[in-house]
């Protein structure tokens, strides 16, 4: 004969509450750990397999004797070239020549002829009915001024001329005299002369001059 005995109601009723209580605990506990794992691996930290796979990627230290020192680079230092001084040019004076100082006229024959409207005409034979003429040269061929000098002519005619003292010359002056005269209705070949005379000069042997006229009627 089976007996079944009849729980009372309140013991059902703890059961219930204690089972209820439990998984309140498991739930809490789990709740713990899930907090427990996000403090200690937090959003941006690597996963542990992460962590492993960078280790794992490391080269192996290579040892001291089979490193390979870089060389090093030394930039040149610029060359200061100093440039040398340029020499100036020597500039060799010329030496002074020294040229004697010394007076010298000269006496020559430039033109004969006759004269027609005040002009000297070149002229071998002269019309002895015209007017002749003769035109002298006086130059100073020394190198310094000449003193005054004097000229005398002998003219072709017979007359003889003498002209006023003249001012001295400079060095390579020239001065021209011009005389006219009468030929008197001669008939031929006459001749004439000149000389000048200066004080002072170096030689006076270029100082006289002659020449010839002809003359026809």
Known sequence: ?????????????????????????????????????????????????????????????????????????????????????????????????????????????????FISGGTLFSSLIIDSNIRGGIQFAVKNIGTRYSNTWDMDINLPNGEDYRMNTQPGLAPGETAFITIGFDPDRRDGTYTFDARVTSYGETTNSNNYVSGSMTFID
């Open 1 to 113: 004969m089976n007996t079944h005995i009849a729980e009372p109601q309140s013991s059902k009723a703890m059961k219930a509450l204690a089972f209820i209580g439990l998984l309140a605990i498991l739930f809490a506990i789990l709740f713990g750990v899930v907090k427990l794992v996000q403090l200690s691996f937090p959003e941006n930290a690597q996963s542990p397999a992460a962590v492993i796979e960078s280790q794992e990627r490391v080269p192996e230290a290579v040892p001291e004797s089979e490193i390979i020192p870089e060389p090093e680079i030394t930039e040149p230092e610029p060359e200061v070239v100093i440039p040398e001084p340029t020499p100036e040019p020597v500039v060799k004076q010329p030496k002074p020549v020294y040229v004697s100082q010394y007076n010298d006229i000269q006496l020559s024959i430039q033109n004969i002829g």
